[in-house]
């Protein structure tokens, strides 16, 4: 595994959140649970609207095989050995109040991802790992979680104590590597965006 080193000073936790695919399938307490989704209430958000909503299942309960299901097959291979499954929606219209008139929120998904980070690093205090998942049946997943059409499904979370490598099937092994991160001057520009040339 390849040890992160940033670039410039920030806090280590920042470095030790990870996303594994690798999970010891142990039991993940209510607590635990919703100390990871206290931590992404408080997430900053447009309006301070808090778009997010978070579907859960954990390991062995009686919504456990319905949301590995809505997987694609390759997640659902190595996520059944996790402890607890998220579904992240976000609301795309803000609505003060019963009376008032829905409008499209512009930034709900920038905002729920605030509070998927917040909860993946609320994850590492609790010697967890999060793992972020588009490998969604999105269709399947609306309707089997009766998710209403103003709620858009971001991603599915694989939550769980993370297990070695060598507990996945061989040809994932390689994907358990570290991935390491662009430079900053690849994503970071004073002024302009620069030109595509």
Do not use: C
């Amino acid at each position: 595994m390849t040890h992160r080193i940033a670039d410039h000073p920030i806090e280590p936790l920042f470095l030790e959140r990870r996303s594994p695919r690798a999970f010891d399938g142990s039991e993940l307490p209510e607590s635990h649970l919703f100390s990871l989704i206290e931590a992404a209430r408080w997430a900053p958000s447009a309006y301070n609207y808090q778009p997010w909503r978070f579907l859960y299942s954990r390991r062995g309960d009686a919504n456990w095989q319905n949301f590995l299901d809505l997987l694609v097959p390759f997640n659902a291979k190595w996520a059944q050995s996790a402890s607890a499954l998220i579904f992240v929606l976000s609301d795309t219209l803000l609505q003060r109040d019963a009376q008032s008139k829905a409008s499209p929120l512009r930034t709900h998904s920038l905002d729920t991802g605030a509070a998927w980070a917040q909860l993946a690093l609320q994850a590492v205090r609790l010697g967890l790992h999060a793992r972020g998942m588009a490998g969604v049946d999105f269709e399947r997943a609306r309707e089997v979680l009766q998710v209403p059409e103003r709620f858009h499904i971001e991603m599915a979370i694989a939550v769980g104590r993370e297990a070695a490598p060598e507990a996945l099937p061989e040809h994932l092994h390689k994907k358990a590597e570290e991935n390491l991160r662009k430079p900053l001057a690849d994503i970071a520009f004073s002024g302009r965006f620069p030109d595509a040339g």
